[in-house]
């Protein structure tokens, strides 16, 4: 009888029977969670799908939108003639860099070489970012002179925006004050006068320019706004009014 209660008491036996419950507890704890979550998991399936449909077909209208965009710009006579005039003049500048298409192609990592092809036959639209790229391989020195041609030729739009904030004017100034540089330049002997010397050439110098800038000024009728002395009429011409 002792030997049958201590095997009945023995730490083996509880241990063999509690292990069990908490395993069946495991088994059983999954399986409500699964019932429940189960159209929940099928409704953001299916929301997800949706979702990715309409951002394909955003995505295709997208681009469909822009090329037809881009070859209704083409279709017009005036384009046509632009754009053949701009690949043209893009052909001049590779030959003269000497470089072939591969290697403008390879330099500007295009993956369809065929594209400068079209471009310089005037069949296709240079992208604004190809623009700076050629502007960077081609025309570095002044690349702001290049970037605003080939913008007005392929985008109008963005050029006309570039033309109102006075952009276009910039490498005209810039030549502007190169030519007047140029003219000191031309004359050695202005840099062999002494400092008293060079002033007074200065100073004539700025009294013609002055002069010149007036005379053409009246000419092409660009000048000042007229002041309040100029607005007033003169003691002359004021008409005294009589009484009744």
């Known amino acids: ?6 095997r ?6 509880k241990g063999r029977s509690n292990p069990k419950r908490p395993d069946r507890a495991s088994d059983e704890a999954p399986s409500t969670p699964r019932g429940h979550d189960s159209p929940l998991s ?20 997208a681009s469909r939108t822009r090329e037809t965009a881009a070859r209704a710009v083409a279709r017009t006579p005036e384009q046509l003639r632009m754009m053949a005039a701009a690949g043209e003049s893009l052909r001049d500048m590779r030959e003269v860099a000497g470089m072939t298409v591969i290697e403008v192609s390879d330099a500007l990592n295009l993956r369809d070489k065929s594209i400068l092809e079209a471009v310089e036959d005037g069949r296709e639209v240079l992208s604004f970012e190809l623009i700076l790229r050629l502007a960077s391989l081609v025309a570095r020195n002044d690349p702001l002179p290049f970037v605003l ?3 007005r030729t392929y985008h109008p739009r963005l050029w006309q925006v570039l033309h109102d904030l006075k952009i276009d004017q910039l490498p ?5 004050e190169r030519n007047f540089i140029n003219i ?5 002997t202005a840099r062999k006068l002494s400092d008293a010397g060079f002033q007074r050439v200065l100073q004539f110098t700025q009294d013609a320019f002055d002069m010149a800038i007036h005379f053409v000024a009246e000419q092409e009728r660009i000048g ?8 007033e ?3 002359g011409a004021r008409r005294v009014k009589r009484r009744s």
């Open 172 to 176: 005209i100034q810039f030549e502007r």
């Open 233 to 235: 009429p003169k003691p």
């Open 184 to 188: 000191y330049r031309r004359h050695d």
């Open 1 to 6: 009888m002792t030997e049958r209660k201590k």
């Open 42 to 61: 099928s409704f953001i399936d299916s929301i997800s799908g949706i979702t990715t449909d309409l951002t394909s077909t955003a995505l295709k209208i």
């Open 8 to 13: 009945k008491t023995s730490p083996t036996s």
């Open 149 to 151: 041609r080939y913008t």
């Open 224 to 231: 000042e706004p007229p002041t309040e002395q100029d607005e």
